[in-house]
Every structure is written in structure tokens, then in C-alpha cells.
């Protein structure tokens, strides 16, 4: 398979401008007249015409479907904390099967503990969840700005009159 090569920045610049600007521009020391008026219309309906093979070769595509998938039960552990080195505001979790949530531990603040007893917590969470689910371990961890805990009486909670 050939590598296609890049189209030049010029080229795609000038491309943005009209046939007379361009020659205004460029004259005699780039302008091509056997190259320019094909190669600007390619660079200003590229996006258009890929669009539209793409949309062509994903509908000439078979969709195959399998029936019996195994049924997933999995975890999402959501830590609400800031960017940086700043310290976990919060721990919650989510217990999924497939794609339907089917349990979750409501969030509770960790601003109050010291690190070794955030990990604690979240290995208890883990026991939990083997005990309940068969969960070894989380599938994901989400991160999510302090300011979107959802604990009602949370200071950081934004105050709406």
C-alpha cells in the first residue's frame, strides 16, 4: 500500500481563499496553472467526498449479531477529586450487569480521612462486592470535580436560591 503524502500548509491555506486571491498571492512563484485549480478543489471538498465513502463502504458492510453473549457484572468506582495532587473528596460506586445498573454505594466524603484509610474503605468496598457479585476488582475508575459531588449537605455543593 503507497503512503499518501501530506498536502502542504500553503496549499491548504491558499485553498481557503478564491482562484483570484490566490494567484494575487502566489503568482508566478508557486501558482501552477496545471496543478493549482485541482489540487485547491480537492483540499476544500476532501472532508465531504471521505464522509461520503466512508458512509458508502459502512452500508455495503454485513452487520453480524451474536445472541448468546455471557451476562458481565462489573464495578465503577467514581472518585470526586481535583485535578493535580489534591486529596479524594469522595468514593462512590456503581455495580452494573451488561448495561443496566443494578446497585450502587452512595457516595460518602473522604476529605476527612488520611490516605491509608481511603485505601482501606476501598478494599472493604471490594470485599463487599465478591461477597455480593463475585467482583475481584473495578473495571474502571472515573474521576469527577469535586464540585459535582452529589451529598446533599456537601460544602462544595453549589448554593441555588
Sequence with gaps: MSESRKIPDKCIRCAALSALQAKTLHGDTCWDYTVCPSRRSYVRHRDRRNSQRSRKRSAELKTLTVNSLPSITYAILIL??????????????????????????????????????????????????????????????????????????????????
Design 80 to 161: 470526586y477529586r481535583g485535578l493535580g495532587d489534591s486529596p479524594v473528596h469522595g468514593i462512590a460506586v456503581e455495580v452494573w450487569q451488561d448495561q443496566e445498573k443494578i446497585a450502587q454505594v452512595p457516595p460518602i466524603h473522604c476529605f476527612q480521612m488520611v490516605p491509608s484509610q481511603v485505601h482501606r474503605y476501598v478494599q472493604k468496598l471490594l470485599e463487599l462486592l465478591g461477597k455480593h457479585y463475585g467482583i475481584k476488582k473495578f473495571v474502571s475508575l472515573v474521576h469527577l470535580d469535586p464540585h459535582l459531588c452529589p451529598i446533599q449537605d456537601c460544602f462544595l455543593r453549589l448554593k441555588v436560591n
